[in-house]
């Protein structure tokens, strides 16, 4: 993480399991880095499963509509920081493996500090 604190944290919890929530969390994001603040989406709990290679492209909120990689595509377009919760990826039957190496893994433990200092942090 950044040395600098986050203006805004989206702790993101939703994953798979309710897709039509996760665009707002990305727009949102998108457009909070867009304005020039320093953003951060920390995936946790089911969200994790997001980080995995390939499986956001084939979760689609609505259909025909554009995939949860093309969201989060947007979000990192406009430097939006994206880390996953090392401690999730068990819960989710995954490895270090399954994330793509560009996406930093950390503890509730280690990221909490940088978290909470964030202007502004939301759960969604």
């Not at 604190?5 to 399991?17: H, M, R, W, Y």
């Not at 969200?47 to 290679?53: G, M, P, R, W, Y």
């Not at 909120?61 to 880390?83: C, H, R, W, Y």
């Amino acid at each position: 993480m950044s040395d600098t604190p986050a203006d805004l944290v989206i702790i993101l919890i939703t994953g798979p399991e309710n897709p039509r929530r996760l665009p707002s969390a990305f727009f949102l994001a998108a457009t909070a880095a867009a304005a020039e603040q320093n953003v951060v989406m920390y995936f946790t709990g089911p969200a994790t499963e997001l980080l995995a290679k390939g499986k956001a492209a084939t979760i689609y909120p609505m259909e025909g509509g554009k995939s949860v990689a093309e969201f989060l595509k947007l979000a990192t377009d406009n430097e939006v920081q994206i880390i996953g919760c090392l401690q999730s990826l068990e819960l989710n039957g995954m490895t270090r493996d399954d994330v793509p190496a560009d996406i930093p893994l950390l503890t509730p433990s280690t990221a909490l500090p940088s978290l909470a200092a964030a202007g502004k942090v939301l759960t969604w």
